[in-house]
């Protein structure tokens, strides 16, 4: 009798495969076009699985999401971490600005994101997205010591980067376009 080499994963595991299943399924098709059998079929599992894991697809998604924010959180404190402690806000500012090139390589967590933000509609939905987008404003002020109008400019900066990587004109995969990069070779030159 053959023997399986296949080792059995713990509940634990599949959940994290699950997870990372959505996160990419929901980055790519948004939450109302995302099956939770697409998901289930990405991570090798049932689609009753997945739901005994997570409950409901809102769930889910939220799990996915949450999953995102805290991966950006973390690349947040790791880009600052990389600048000396005692650097001014401005210069911390520039510091968080490198975690970017990360979040385009990792375009599912801008995706992703994204999506949240349209799926806002839906008040569970919503109220987690607003919830966390504060905290990654409130994460960036505390990392920086920059006052909120800089803030802010940091952030509407991040988020016209997230919609040019959604329209794939940023990015390493970035399809050549003009007026992109001339905004792309400006935020460079402008330290932004």
């Known amino acids: ?22 996160v990419d399924a929901f980055a790519e098709s948004g939450y109302a076009a995302t099956k939770t059998d697409e ?17 409901t697809k809102r769930q889910l998604f939220l799990a996915a999401l949450h999953r995102a924010c805290d991966r950006i959180e ?14 001014s806000p401005e210069e911390a500012l520039l510091a968080l600005g490198k975690g970017y090139k990360t979040f385009l390589a990792e375009r599912e967590l801008l995706q992703l994101l994204l999506h949240g933000f349209a799926a ?12 966390r987008f504060g905290r990654i404003y409130a994460l960036v002020r505390e990392l920086t010591g920059a006052p909120e109008s800089e803030a802010r ?17 940023a990015g390493p995969d970035a399809v050549p376009t003009p007026w992109a990069q001339h905004i792309l070779e400006d935020l460079a030159k402008n330290g932004d």
């Open 1 to 22: 009798m053959a023997r399986s080499t296949r080792t059995r994963m713990t509940a634990t595991e599949r959940g994290e495969e699950v997870l990372c299943a959505a």
């Open 39 to 55: 998901i289930a079929r990405r991570a090798g599992v049932s689609q009753p699985y997945v739901i005994r894991l997570f409950g």
């Open 74 to 87: 973390e690349i947040f404190r790791s880009s600052r971490g990389q600048a000396p402690p005692a650097v």
């Open 120 to 131: 806002s509609t839906d008040p569970e939905i919503g109220d987690d997205v607003r919830a």
């Open 153 to 169: 400019r940091f952030l509407a900066t991040g988020m016209l980067l997230t919609v040019m990587s959604a329209m794939r004109v």
